[in-house]
């Protein structure tokens, strides 16, 4: 997945949740966080299908 889209998909869970998504840049990383939610992003253009799904479900609250 395109990190552009992993972008713009954790920008939809958060304004379904009615809060907004922090990014915060790191060294290697950006973090961002969802309400409660916190995670880091690589800051590769093509983010791992799995890694990404994966963010999306925590950030969805699956845990």
Same mark, same amino acid.
Request: aromatic residues 4%; contains cysteine.
């Given at each position: 997945?395109? !990190?552009? %889209?992993? $972008?713009?998909?954790?920008?939809?869970?958060? *304004?379904?949740? #009615?809060?907004?998504?922090?990014?915060?840049? #790191? =060294?290697? !990383?950006?973090? $961002?966080? $969802?309400? %409660?939610?916190? =995670?880091?992003?690589?800051? !590769?253009?093509? $983010?791992?299908?799995?890694?990404?799904?994966?963010?999306? *479900?925590?950030?969805?609250?699956?845990?």
């Amino acid at each position: 997945m395109k !990190h552009g %889209e992993l $972008v713009k998909r954790i920008n939809r869970i958060a *304004k379904a949740q #009615g809060v907004k998504a922090i990014y915060t840049e #790191g =060294t290697r !990383h950006t973090h $961002v966080r $969802v309400g %409660e939610c916190r =995670t880091t992003l690589p800051r !590769h253009s093509d $983010v791992n299908e799995l890694t990404a799904k994966g963010i999306l *479900k925590f950030l969805e609250g699956g845990k």
